[in-house]
């Protein structure tokens, strides 16, 4: 081989040396899942870096953020271009935090939406899949007509995808981030007949002598993150019934549901068990299905506009006013803390901030933000607020995050603080990702200020 070919040679592998260490990201994939360990919920869009065949996950990382993690190669869609995998997550927005509890042992889920299909998986009572969006199938028959319901595309949690038809499923949101908190059984233990036995009656009495929530508010409480934004009181459902003035074995009132996204009334006559855990409130279209160890979940099933709704709440023991309560003093005993550190924080580039109490400040000579992040239009006289919590991944750095609400601005300007032993750092937040009050990652390229104690 001559000089020239093997100098060429040489090259040639210099250059796919180069350009194999300097590879790109496989894309952009959806989450289907919601990971409970990193704290992010089904539908958020990721930026897949590397694939592990070997390991079976992906290593990823929420766009903006520089940190890493790895997640299961199930639980997300392939990787592909930025502006596709955006329109996956569209079209798995109507069923955002959707999933099912399976009613009936053995319910298959097929390769296609059709009844006689291949069947794919076996699922098992009380197991939980994701359902990702609806499809327009054949109807399902039982010898006596079609039974209610739709098919669904569905994942279970070992990965497999294909069609199951709803009608022996009970859809919930999940509004946390740990799934498998769905998965216990009802302790209820009744039989076919109406609720006029004297097992019923007990049982029904003790659901309605309980007071249920949306699901939310169990989420909240269980991660401490109370957003007293969405915890309002008034939220809720109620049967309409004074169970203490009611020693009747038929019950019947009018049924209030109010949540964020729903409401609406039903009258009824009687409530009525129709199978194993599941009741119907007769002369409406409400259904119900108790699930929970404790039974301290509700499944409320209704048609608004001849679509199906559903709705999941939690019965709570917690005095849901004293947990606001509770939180606006921990807020107020935090913002507290960072004036009485001060209170005066100064910067030569950005600035003097002046705690004139906990809950004002005046913040003078800051142009240099302007008006890239407090607008043109904004005075110096600022109400401080503690509206957002932070994710995990950043309590190692920050304290949390404090809006700044300007004089002469509309909206409140967020910043992540950090109370040191010399000063208070802020870091620009105003494009970080926020979901459900959480900021989720920082910005990208933000401007960190740094502010020292006078």
């Known amino acids: 081989m001559s000089l020239r070919k093997v100098f060429l040679l040489i090259f040639a592998f210099l250059v796919m040396g180069i350009f194999s260490s300097c590879t790109k990201d496989l894309g952009y994939s959806v989450l289907l899942w919601s990971n409970a360990e990193h704290e992010i919920a089904d539908g958020t869009l990721l930026r897949v870096h590397i694939k592990s065949n070997i390991s079976h996950v992906y290593v990823v990382s929420i766009p903006g953020s520089k940190e890493n993690f790895e997640i299961p190669l199930w639980q997300a869609t392939e990787p592909e271009s930025k502006s596709r995998a955006l329109k996956q997550q569209n079209r798995f927005s109507e069923f955002e935090h959707t999933y099912a509890s399976v009613k009936l042992d053995g319910l298959p889920i097929r390769a ?18 994701r359902c ?12 006596k007509g079609n039974m209610e319901g739709e098919w669904l595309r569905v994942l279970t949690e070992t990965g497999t995808y294909g069609w199951c038809f709803s009608h022996n499923l009970s859809l919930f949101q999940a509004e946390g981030f740990d799934v498998s908190a769905e998965k216990q059984d009802a302790s209820i233990d009744v039989v076919d007949d109406k609720a006029s036995s004297n097992g019923d009656v007990a049982i029904i009495r003790a659901l309605i002598s309980k007071k249920w929530y949306p699901e939310s508010f169990a989420n909240m409480i269980k991660v401490g993150r109370i957003d007293v ?35 609406g009334s039903w ?29 301290d979940t509700m499944i409320l099933q209704y048609s608004d506009k ?11 023991t917690e005095d849901i006013e004293k947990v606001i ?34 809950n004002f400040v005046t913040w003078r000579n800051y142009k240099l933000l302007q008006p890239n992040i407090i607008s043109k239009n904004a005075l110096g006289s600022v109400t401080v607020t503690l509206d957002y919590f932070i994710a995990g991944s950043l ?17 409140g300007v967020n910043f992540l603080y950090k109370l040191t032993d010399t000063g208070l750092r802020l870091e620009d937040a105003s494009k970080a990702p926020i979901k459900d009050g959480v900021v989720t990652a920082r910005s990208a390229s ?9």
């Open 306 to 316: 001849g679509r199906p709704k559903i709705e999941t709440l939690v019965a709570l």
């Open 267 to 295: 009258i009824y006559t009687d409530i009525i068990k129709k199978a194993e855990k599941e009741y119907e409130f007769v002369g409406s279209n409400l259904k119900m299905s108790i699930r929970g160890a404790g039974s």
């Open 229 to 263: 934004n969405r915890m309002n009181p008034a939220l809720g459902f109620s049967f309409g019934i004074d169970i203490e003035e009611n020693s009747d074995s038929q019950f019947a009132g009018t049924a209030v549901l109010n949540t964020e996204n729903a409401g």
């Open 112 to 129: 296609e939406a059709v009844n006689t299909s291949k069947q794919v998986y076996r699922l098992r009572e009380g197991e939980i899949i």
């Open 446 to 454: 933000p401007m960190i200020l740094f502010f020292e104690k006078k």
């Open 395 to 411: 309590k190692s750095s920050y304290d949390g995050v404090i809006t700044m609400h300007f004089t002469g601005m509309e909206e």
């Open 325 to 358: 309560e509770n939180e606006l003093f921990r807020r107020q005993t935090e913002l507290k803390r960072i004036a009485s550190a001060g209170p005066v924080f100064q910067s030569s580039n950005y600035g003097t901030i002046k705690f004139e109490n906990e």
């Open 132 to 143: 990702l969006y609806r499809g327009a199938g054949a109807a399902v028959t039982n010898g």
